[in-house]
């Protein structure tokens, strides 16, 4: 099988994953990092640009899912998942510093 049967799953599922954070910082008001902060992922960036952020990453995620994971098939549902649980680990561990710094 073609590489892309294994990563578009699992990049959906980074995509998805990563929509939730910015989005509840973003509608909520609240500054949090985003890649385009300054220092880059460190600095806090607007509630407005976390929202736009969100949108960005839902949509890559939705397009990611409709190409790539099938739901039928258990492979391309285990790493779909395994992409929500990797980045959600990352993420959280990231994050629990960010008011340290």
């Not at 790493?79 to 960010?98: D, E, P, Q, Y």
Request: aromatic letters at 16%.
């Amino acid at each position: 099988m073609h590489i892309s049967y294994y990563l578009g799953p699992l990049w959906a599922g980074l995509f998805l994953a990563n929509t939730v954070p910015h989005f509840v910082h973003g509608i909520s008001g609240d500054r949090f990092p985003t890649p385009f902060s300054k220092p880059r992922g460190k600095g806090l960036s607007s509630p407005t640009l976390n929202v736009a952020w969100a949108l960005v990453n839902l949509v890559a995620g939705y397009l990611l899912f409709r190409w790539r994971v099938f739901v039928d098939d258990i492979t391309s549902l285990v790493f779909f998942f395994m992409g929500i649980a990797v980045i959600s680990i990352l993420l959280s561990r990231r994050f629990a510093t960010k008011e340290k710094e």
